[in-house]
């Protein structure tokens, strides 16, 4: 059975950094794409950083130049450094692996965490 657990969510200023990290048991993280996601108040998912299972990585258009998504194999984790937070980063922070190697394409499916609570207050 894959678990994901999302952690390193919480209440942050506008323009702080924020270090979000995501457990996988039962998986490897290097084998498959790993991917974070978000849902704001009153928006759809969204995608934000995918690393696959060649270490390419890529990021959507909500967070680039803010967000940096890394892998560590030993720990079997995923985390999402982010940067430069603004109100509008608000919202639940998801980890998901797919189950597939290529992030390519990856809107749903996969195994999800419960997700993480971040708050950027002005």
């Known amino acids: 059975q894959v678990q994901v657990e999302e952690s390193g969510g919480g209440s942050v200023q506008v323009g702080d950094s924020l270090r979000l990290t995501c457990v996988v048991n039962g998986r490897a993280v290097g084998d498959y794409c790993m991917g974070w996601f978000r849902q704001r108040p009153g928006k759809k998912r969204e995608g934000i950083a995918f690393?696959?299972?060649?270490?390419?990585?890529a990021y959507t258009a909500h967070m680039r130049g803010r967000a940096a998504i890394s892998r560590d194999k030993s720990k079997n984790t995923v985390d999402l450094q982010m940067n430069r937070l603004k109100r509008e980063d608000t919202g639940i922070y998801y980890c998901?692996?797919?189950?597939?190697?290529?992030?390519?394409?990856?809107?749903?499916?996969?195994?999800w965490g419960q997700g993480t609570q971040v708050t950027v207050e002005s």
């Open positions: 690393i696959d299972s060649r270490d390419d990585i």
């Open positions: 998901a692996q797919r189950e597939w190697i290529s992030c390519s394409g990856w809107i749903e499916g996969g195994y």
